[in-house]
């Protein structure tokens, strides 16, 4: 018992209910005047230890010995490739890491898996890697979960990195997931904002939980690497500077960590999908608003005149509308655009859980009082058929196409 | 074949609310519920034993409440539940979560597959899948989509991918997490009910596995929770109404500023 995380001291407690008030889990009751902290519903997050002005609350640091990272160097990226073709989320990766790097006087490596990619790391180098370490191998062609996280765990159990950052894509969240077991290492998944702690130079990982609804701020502080996945369309892409010098690092590795116990027997393009909307930078969106399928070639009129991709709610998958790689939202993807236009869609939360993060929201619905409103940047209060057309005519003038 | 699957206990609603008095979130009666990616697994796993013979076990992580969603699993067709609650499991994160999952399924022996829902509601990492098929040296297909072969020793399974699906064979024993366009959930039947209420549900505890106490809850986990707060609100922008003509090129100009700065 005494070995909790966490727990209140009875006799400091005076019962104030200042923490069942800051707890932001609902994990604290008043039992008998005494605060109880309820540690299957308690995620250690502090807030009550700074809200109890009594100091009755006490956390205890976890059992590690602070560690010397001395020998953890460098800030990686892993270059996600598809095809031989380097994924733009790597270049997003690189713009960031880049910062990262600076702030702590270190370098910003790119790590490639893949075969006969030497071109690839290259352009790596122009987007600002100054050491590109690259595996190249036959069986590396596609990505495999076991060989790349094998050979990648292996690479940076020998070469000690203090920061290895991640798409937070289906082969970056696969991958990395396995790598963080097999070093050791703590994973922060899907972070919108990463800094470095400027006097105890860790990393602070900032990302969404609960749909959207809160932040937190999570530390890796006795483990390295610090390992994140970052979403697309979160961080800037690193600009191409053609002068820019590194090396391209070659490596060998183990014949074992290539084997794998999956085999890739095809891939199928989905026709349907003109664009991956998790990369899009304009995306206009219907629900059950738009009626029938037919009416979302309004939709995609509009997204081709934008040069975007069309999403979708729930309700309007569900009703077969539309395909499920459209649908935005909890779940569904999660996409951050530039420009998000919501076109008969009510706003609900798991809806919004999906496109809050973009940089403008314009909603179109005829309810005045429709939530999708509450996060809008711009709403228009009117109907979709005869709004929708409009724009797309207006700004295929403004736009000159 | 031995199936199991991992299901784990979430809020049902994922609002939480700002009390305008201390500015802190307050989450206020919220239900309990299966993360709804689970439900999608459940139904994967019932559905491959009715196709190959075996059995279903589920197994979750939580508080002694969390016992509910095994019953949920067995009323649907599941077999047996297994609750894996322990205070030195507090705090865990996916690591230690994915360690101590993994250590559960070692204890139950000969296991075939094992199947996860692609993320939970809350903490919505995807990390705990992969973690477990890593803990237990297991290969994985994830985002799985469809499950077209399945023999002994041997599966094939559709891949979702971000532009399309990729076919993979796996030998097995090995781990899935499924998606929702995988199937869809059947309700409980009059049968299932009763056999849930009737289910005497198993309770392992830290010391019933064999675990490695410096794996488990806060000691085991590499990640800290620092601090919490609530996204800046966007708040509602400006609302136009009235006559689409003249509300449409009012947007435009405004769009008009986006794009171009967007663009540049
Ligand atoms: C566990 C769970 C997960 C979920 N995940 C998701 C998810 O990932 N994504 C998602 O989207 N939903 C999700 N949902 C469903 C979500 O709760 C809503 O049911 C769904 O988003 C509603 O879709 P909608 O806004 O298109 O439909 P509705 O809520 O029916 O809204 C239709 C809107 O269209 C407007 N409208 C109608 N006609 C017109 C017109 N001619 N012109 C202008 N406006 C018009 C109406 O005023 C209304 O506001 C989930 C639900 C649950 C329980
Ligand atoms: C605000 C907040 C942020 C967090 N961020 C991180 C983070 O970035 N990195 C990190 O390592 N931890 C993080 N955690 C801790 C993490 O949420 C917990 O470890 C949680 O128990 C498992 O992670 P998940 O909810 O993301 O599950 P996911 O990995 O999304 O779950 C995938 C699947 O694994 C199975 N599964 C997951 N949990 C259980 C369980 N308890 N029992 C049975 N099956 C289960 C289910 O099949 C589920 O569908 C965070 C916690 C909070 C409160
Ligand atoms: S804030 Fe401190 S003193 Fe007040 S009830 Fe909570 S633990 Fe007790
Ligand atoms: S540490 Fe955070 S979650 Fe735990 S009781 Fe305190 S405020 Fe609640």
């Not at chain 2, 559960?104 to 509601?121: E, F, H, Y």
Request: charged share 25%; glycine share 8%.
């Amino acid at each position: 018992m005494s070995n909790d995380p966490i727990k209140v001291i009875d006799e400091t407690c005076v019962g104030c209910q200042l923490c069942v008030k800051a707890c932001p889990f609902g994990a604290i009751e008043m039992d008998d005047k005494l605060a109880v902290i309820d540690l299957t519903k308690c995620t250690l997050c502090g807030a009550c230890v700074t809200a109890c002005k009594f100091d009755a609350i006490e956390m205890r640091e976890s059992e590690k010995v602070q560690a010397d990272f001395s020998e953890y160097r460098d800030v990686w990226v892993f270059a996600e490739q598809d095809d031989d073709v380097i994924q733009s989320i790597t270049y997003e990766l690189l713009g960031e890491g880049r910062q990262l790097a600076d702030d702590l006087g270190m370098k910003l490596c790119a790590v490639l898996l893949g075969s006969n990619v030497s071109e690839q790391a290259s352009e790596l180098i122009t987007r600002g890697a100054e050491t590109v370490y690259v595996v190249d191998q036959p069986e590396l062609t596609h990505f495999q979960d076991e060989p790349y996280a094998a050979v990648i765990s292996d690479l940076v159990k020998r070469h000690k990195p203090n920061i290895l950052l991640c798409g937070a894509t289906t082969i970056g969240r696969s991958v990395i997931s396995r790598i963080a077991v097999e070093t050791g290492a703590g994973l922060t998944a899907d972070c919108t904002g990463l800094a470095i702690d400027p006097e105890t130079k860790n990393l602070m990982q900032t990302r969404p939980a609960f749909g959207g609804n809160i932040m937190a701020t999570i530390l890796t502080p006795d483990t390295r690497p610090q390992m994140s996945t970052v979403r697309h369309k979160v961080f800037k892409e690193a600009e191409v500077d053609a002068s820019r010098t590194g090396d391209v690092v070659a490596l060998e590795v183990d014949k074992a960590l290539l084997a794998s116990r999956t085999r890739r027997l095809s891939f199928v393009p989905e026709e349907d999908t003109i664009m991956n909307i998790a990369e899009a930078d304009f995306i206009i969106s219907g629900g059950r608003g738009m009626g029938k399928p037919e009416n979302f070639d309004l939709l995609h009129e509009l997204a081709e005149v934008l040069g975007g991709g069309v999403g979708a709610s729930r309700a309007a998958v569900d009703a077969d509308w539309i395909p499920y790689s459209h649908q935005v939202g909890q779940t569904g993807k999660t996409v951050c655009p530039k420009i998000y236009i919501a076109c008969g869609i009510s706003g609900q939360i798991q809806h919004l859980a999906g496109m809050s993060s973009a940089d403008v929201i314009i909603a179109i619905n005829k309810d005045p009082d429709a939530p999708i409103f509450s996060v809008a940047t711009v709403g228009i209060v009117g109907d979709v058929f005869e709004i929708v057309p409009k724009l797309t005519a207006e700004l295929r003038k403004v736009l000159g196409k | 074949m031995h199936f199991v699957v991992c299901i784990k206990q979430v809020p049902e609603k994922n609002d939480v609310k700002i009390n305008p008095e201390t500015n802190t979130l307050m989450r206020e009666g919220v239900e309990s519920i299966v993360n709804p990616f689970d439900a999608y697994a459940i139904e994967e796993s019932v559905r491959l034993k009715e196709r190959v013979g075996g059995k279903v076990t589920a197994i979750t992580m939580g508080p002694p409440q969390a016992e509910a969603v095994l019953r949920e699993a067995i009323s649907v067709g599941v077999d047996e539940g297994i609750l894996i609650s322990d205070r030195a499991f507090a705090g865990s994160d996916t690591f230690a979560t994915s360690y101590t999952l993994a250590q559960a399924i070692k204890k139950l022996g000969d296991v075939d597959i094992i199947l996860c829902g692609k993320q939970a509601s809350d903490g919505d990492t995807a990390q705990v899948g992969p973690g477990i098929a890593t803990h237990l040296d297991l290969p994985q297909i994830t985002y799985v989509r469809k499950i077209e072969e399945i023999e002994e020793g041997r599966i094939v399974g559709e891949r979702l991918l971000e532009t399309g699906y990729e076919v993979i064979e796996s030998s097995l024993p090995c781990l899935l997490t499924v998606v929702k366009e995988i199937n869809e959930p059947r309700l409980p039947s009059l049968k299932g009910k009763m056999a849930s209420k009737k289910a005497e549900i198993p309770v392992w505890t830290a010391a019933d596995m064999d675990c490695r106490p410096e794996y488990l809850g806060l000691d085991g986990s590499p990640t800290k929770v620092d601090t919490i707060f609530t996204p800046p609100p966007r708040g509602g922008g400006e609302i136009l109404t009235g006559d689409p003509e003249e509300i449409v090129p009012r947007l435009i100009e405004k769009l008009k500023e986006l794009v171009v700065g967007a663009a540049s």
